[in-house]
C-alpha cells in the first residue's frame, strides 16, 4: 500500500489525536467506590462465633481448637478496617445508615507440608464466614459467604508462629469483607 507524504501525516495527526484522547479520558478505570452514595456510616456488630463444637471433629483429633476470642478480634479488625478504608464512618447502633453483621462459621488448620521425619513443616489456617449488610429499616441489602486464608511455616527464614499468622488471617477476613461491601454496590 502506497500512502502519498501529505496523507501520511494526516493519518499520523488522526492516530495522535485518538492516544491523545484515550490518554486523558482513560479506559473507565476509577479508584472511586460503587458504594451506594447515600449511606455514608455503618454500624458493626459483634461478630458471633456459630462453629459446631458438637459436630464433625478435626480428621485426626477428638478436639476441636478454635483461638479464643477469635469473634473479638474480627469485630475489631472490621471497625479498623472500615476507618482505614474511609468509604463508610463507623457509628453505633440506631444511628447508622447500614448495619454489618458477621457470622464465623469455621476455622481450620489444615497441614501443608511435611518434612523427611514427617514433622509438620507448614499450615494453612481458614476462616469461614458468612456476613449481612441491613438498610436502617432492617432491609437485606447484601448477604455473602467468604473464606478467609492465610499459610504459615514452621521453619526457615520465613517462620512465624500460629498467633501471628492468626493475625494475618483476621486481617485478611475484614479486608475481604470490607472490600466486598465497599466494591460490589
Known sequence: MNIPGK??????????????????????YTTQSLLNSEYKTVHV???????????????YSKFRSVPPLLADRLTKSLISRFNLDGHLKTVKEGVSDVTLS???????RDTLRYDDNNNVE?????????????????????????IADTEYSLT??????????????VDDASRRIVEDIIETW
Open 7 to 28: 496523507d501520511k501525516r494526516g493519518l499520523v495527526k488522526i492516530l495522535f489525536s485518538f492516544l491523545f484522547i484515550l490518554f486523558f479520558t482513560g479506559c473507565g
Open 45 to 59: 456488630s459483634p461478630v458471633v462465633n456459630k462453629i459446631q463444637f458438637t459436630g464433625e471433629s478435626q480428621e
Open 102 to 108: 458477621c457470622e464465623i462459621n469455621d476455622y481450620v
Open 122 to 146: 507448614e499450615y494453612r489456617l481458614k476462616l469461614y464466614l458468612t456476613y449481612f449488610l441491613t438498610d436502617n429499616q432492617g432491609k437485606l441489602k447484601n448477604k455473602k459467604s467468604l
Open 156 to 169: 526457615g527464614s520465613a517462620a512465624k508462629s500460629e498467633a501471628s499468622a492468626l493475625n494475618d488471617l
